[in-house]
């Protein structure tokens, strides 16, 4: 197929983006009035047709994309950056699997945090509620238009998604298809919005949404993150980076430090709970059997002088070496005096995502579990792990890192709040 | 005593704020790792002494605050706030008891709040842990000096205080007593740090201090929350109205009902519990009797048309009344046309803080409990309940209408945050 100009029709009237989201977000809060009125069976009943209209559109959304290939084949998109743009009946087949499965997921919404009897007989009730109206703010994955509708809805929040505009004919097809089927299960239409215009400045109007929009959630590469959170004035729910650090203590068994150093790096080493940093006690046994499954897989590892020391492979490290989150097969190390030494590092350098230590040591691990203070600490397990669906929450919104609402892996219990009830029989405050 | 000038150390030499602020800010970070490692009773222990050297104190403090004072009648502050600002013994003595009952109360940190075991083995746990660095912006009350910092520092929480000018030779006496009390009971001395400078680009500093203060609390009057929610690139828990609504159904006890409405208008007017619109549906059965007690105790009420049949003395409202907190003996009526017209009404006009439905009606009573979405909903009570200590929290940082991480009367927990812990033995992610 040949690279398709955008249609005539994609050139939108021009509109003030502040009214635009102003009046998309109204009619969402609206409608989210009327979704989280709606029982948790309705809502899961929705979900399930959302499925199946999207297994049904198939073709459609597999034509829309087609179209969104072309043109980004023909504006010079990177094979990787095409790659994440790209549907096949299998991925739309797991897109539809995802939404139903979210839909079996368990309901957060009216779920008693804990309730308590005062002494003048009025009972306290924390039920949590949705949080209201979530902005998506995306990129090049049309799948994100389908995980985050299908979250948000099982939680009982409207959604605007903005979406990013090489995957614009995607997006509209999917979406077109979640909302017939969501209407279809009684859903409010204007509570699954896609933004109707690739106009840039809408994106500033949501994040400047504060009281309309009540969290966003970026969902991507570092820099689209790095705008999102300097510009909102909207709470968004994210991390920028993760630099993951794990610490081999003295006291770790050699061969489960080798087997976690592995899988933490090289297992998927784009991934945001891929080790960064490997820090290793001077007193480990054996570090150049840590080290030697790394390089000999084709790992790049740079080193402090010490690390340098364990093998002529390892390049000397650069000060920001410390602070950067490769992504790929490349690991920095450095050798450090103790728990000690590699607390302090960590303070100094972790971004707050998830940092581990290997420790025999029963001590050792629960002063690292106390005194680092990321959203996820580990003891003996992979970084790799750092992940909703690893964690039993059946899928996630996005990881943050953050200190404020929701920490690590967010998945519905994320995505709501609480409200207090209190249950008087006509109780007056002396 | 005459009203003294500000002595000639408090002008300070030029600094910008900026700097001062991220290095206070440094300082009181790497403090606050030493506070969270305290043990808790440790922390109990040193806000004991805390409380007893502010009674130590109190000739100091009451010295300082005489200047503050005197310097307040000069500059022309008016009764209100000369009476916000006047310390006396009785009020030092319970300034010092409340440090020693928030010494007293359950520490959150370190409190589990799920576990759950996957099928690999690998514990996942969620503890709390102390926010961090928190900001607390406060006016005339030198006792929020005392309160605020002993809330952080039980929560584990570092804390910069910034208060009002007119208060500043209080709030420096207060804080060298909590601070030679805390030092004595080994908290680190920049956990609890009172900004040195009366700058106004001081605030504008905390509030612009993203990433070095996680939560900036204001503590004062509606101009104040104003500014800081307006300004604060640093997330901000507070309530900026307390537009709360009292919804008398059909099927309410009249003598509940008019205890109720008196109680929650008149108790302390002034309160951000304070009912400020009285919602009557249009049949309940004796709308006088509800309106009576109010109009004799001398409350102006303002009604729509319908409310203002009710009696003659009920003014006719504007439209601004209904968004209106008058923190006074002011209250608008509006008669409406069953349970949807007051939700509609409470949807449109109500602030997020405290709204209550008076009936006994169970089916009624359960729908506005489900559809109003404040941070407090209640039923067949006094919305002047709305507080920490009502609420059994033992005290409180402030009542907060947003709708992330915390709502309605926030105390210790609301300090606090979470980490994930991850207790392996040496899983790795296949």
């Known amino acids: ?49 959302a499925a199946a209209a999207l297994r049904r559109a198939a ?20 094979g990787a950056m095409i790659d994440r743009l790209r549907l096949d ?14 839909a079996a997921l368990d309901d957060p919404v009216g779920r008693i945090i804990d309730e308590t009897r005062r002494p003048n007989g009025m009972v306290l009730r924390r039920v949590r509620v949705p949080i209201g109206l979530i902005g998506i703010i995306y990129e090049s994955r049309p799948n994100v238009t389908a995980d985050a509708a299908a979250l948000c809805v099982r939680s009982g929040n409207a959604v605007l998604l903005r979406g990013g505009s090489e995957a614009v004919h995607s997006n509209r097809a999917i979406h077109a298809a979640l909302a017939e089927g969501l209407a279809a299960g009684g859903v409010p239409a204007d509570a699954v919005q896609l933004v109707p215009t690739q106009d840039r400045a809408a994106v500033g109007a949501m994040l400047a949404a504060s009281g309309l929009i009540d969290m966003i959630v970026p969902r991507g590469g570092k820099s689209l993150v790095a705008r999102v959170q300097a ?16 610490f081999v203590d003295r006291a770790a068994d050699p061969a ?27 007193l480990f046994p054996d570090p ?53 030494a590699a607390l302090a590092h960590i303070a100094c350098h972790a971004s707050g995502h998830t940092d581990a230590i290997v420790t025999g040591d029963a001590d050792a691990a629960e002063r690292f579990l106390g005194a680092v203070d990321s959203a996820i600490v580990m003891h003996n397990a992979s970084s790799q792990f750092a992940d909703g669906g690893e964690f039993g929450l059946g899928a996630e919104i996005g990881i943050a890192t953050g200190r404020l609402h929701a920490r690590g892996p967010v998945a519905l219990e994320g995505l709501t709040t609480y409200k207090w009830l209190v249950l008087g029989s006509g109780q007056i405050r002396p």
Chains 1, 2 share one sequence.
């Not at 034509?63 to 990177?78: C, K, M, R």
């Open 288 to 340: 150049h059997g840590l080290v030697e499954p790394l390089l000999a897989a084709g790992c790049e590892l740079r080193g402090d002088a010490r690390a340098c020391a364990i093998d002529p492979r390892i390049k000397p490290a650069d000060p920001a070496d410390w602070d950067t989150e490769y992504l790929d097969a490349v690991l920095s190390v450095a050798v450090v005096d103790g728990l000690d």
């Open 1 to 49: 197929m040949n690279a398709l100009p955008i249609p005539a029709r994609e050139t939108e009237p021009a509109i003030d983006a502040a009214v635009l989201i102003e009046r998309l977000a109204r009619d969402a809060r609206a409608a989210q009035r009327g979704l989280a009125a709606m029982p948790s069976i309705a809502r899961q009943a929705a979900l399930e047709q």
């Open 231 to 246: 510009d909102a004035r909207v709470p968004v729910l994210a991390h920028l980076d993760g630099i993951n650090h794990t």
């Open 89 to 102: 009946p299998a991925r739309i087949e797991a897109m539809a699997a995802g939404v139903a499965e979210v």
């Open 59 to 78: 073709p459609q959304i597999l034509e829309a994309n087609a179209v969104d290939v072309a043109n980004g084949a023909a504006a010079g998109l990177s």
């Open 256 to 282: 489960m430090a080798r087997d976690i150093a592995f899988n933490a790096k090289l297992r998927r080493p784009g991934v945001c709970g891929s080790m960064e940093t490997l820090l290793i006690d001077a």
